[in-house]
């Protein structure tokens, strides 16, 4: 099977083709792993090949009313259902029930894919299980999430996992530049090795500017010391920037956890070459207590963001952790 010259995961798409090949396919799939590596893509591309009224060799025709529904995002037996907000609410569970009451209009098999079902809420995750549990004949649920800690252990048991896996950095690298053919090689280099292997993440935070404020905001993290005042008001001027990104600041904070993880990662390696210059300064700069403290300031950060907590404030209290240098590394 072809799914759109998907690179990188073969072990997801060789479970996949001997799965369609063989017809028989499971009641539900989930598709698990970080953003960014293609699971959502690989999800379309399994549903274009099964409602294709005429595949070929495992591939849609392109051209068969199945095939040209699909592709206009008109095809009545293609539920898709993404988080409405930050998560996917109970009603949408609900409606989704009701829907499965019915036959598919069309095609022989009905194809249901769930996005970022991770971001479930434990009401909508039961929801969903009744679903799993008794699953209506004649129809495939693909539930797309990254990570499966974050899910109902339940739910997880009633699907066939499908890993996929960060890119490695040269792969994710050609990726970046096939799409961002303006970035040179060293630029698409160093954006995949930002985002661990995950291309889709390195587009969407060069396409949001992100990016930069990234930069700038390591930049000054690394930067010669300053006074405290100073300190507090470069920390207070960036959440300033930070709260006013809108949906870039989950990106965002994803980014720097990858840096801080390249931080302590630099503080336990022999050879730290494949380092860049900015964690080899902060390797300097923070002992591992202090940079595992930096890491748990993200995570609490998200937590507040999950619960709409004032982004603002969310954003200057974390600025503030992470312009305090506290005791010089030792």
């Known amino acids: 099977m072809s799914f759109s010259a998907i690179l990188g995961q073969t072990k997801a798409l060789t479970l996949l083709s001997r799965a369609v090949g063989s017809g028989r396919l499971a009641h539900a799939y989930l598709f698990t792993g970080p953003d960014g590596v293609g699971k959502t893509t690989v999800a379309l591309d399994l549903a274009a090949v099964l409602l294709c009224r005429r595949p070929q060799a495992?591939?849609?025709c392109g051209s068969c009313p199945g095939c040209l529904k699909f592709q206009s995002s008109n095809h009545p037996d293609f539920l898709r259902i993404a988080p409405e907000g930050a998560a996917i609410k109970i009603d949408q569970i609900r409606n989704l029930k009701k829907a499965l009451n019915f036959a598919p209009f069309e095609s022989g098999q009905?194809?249901?894919?769930l996005e970022e079902v991770h971001t479930m809420r434990r009401e909508a995750g039961n929801s969903l299980l009744k679903i799993l549990e008794e699953p209506p004949a004649n129809n495939l649920l693909i539930l797309v999430g990254n990570a499966t800690g974050a899910m109902l252990d339940t739910i997880v048991s009633r699907c066939q996992v499908i890993p996929f896996s960060p890119l490695?950095?040269?792969?994710?690298?050609e990726i970046i530049r096939g799409r961002k053919p303006d970035l040179d090689a060293a630029g698409s280099l160093a954006l995949a090795a930002l985002v661990?292997?995950?291309p889709g993440q390195a587009l969407a935070i060069e396409a949001d500017g992100i990016l930069v404020l990234y930069h700038?905001?390591?930049?000054?993290?690394?930067?010669d010391r300053a006074s405290p005042a100073v300190r507090v008001e470069k920390a207070l001027a960036l959440a300033a920037e930070l709260a006013e990104s809108k949906e870039g600041i989950e990106p965002l904070l994803a980014l720097l956890r990858i840096f801080f993880k390249n931080v302590l990662a630099a503080r336990t390696s022999v050879n730290c070459a494949p380092f860049v210059p900015e964690v080899m300064r902060a390797r300097e700069r923070w002992n591992v207590s202090q940079v595992s403290a930096k890491i748990a300031a993200i995570d609490l950060a998200e937590q507040a963001l999950a619960r709409n907590?004032?982004?603002g404030l969310t954003s200057e209290v974390l600025l503030l952790d992470f312009f305090d240098y506290g005791t010089p590394s030792s």
């Open 110 to 113: 009905r194809i249901v894919l």
């Open 309 to 311: 907590c004032n982004r």
């Open 168 to 173: 490695p950095i040269q792969l994710a690298a």
């Open 216 to 223: 700038r905001l390591i930049s000054e993290m690394v930067a």
């Open 58 to 60: 495992l591939l849609p």
């Open 196 to 198: 661990d292997g995950c």
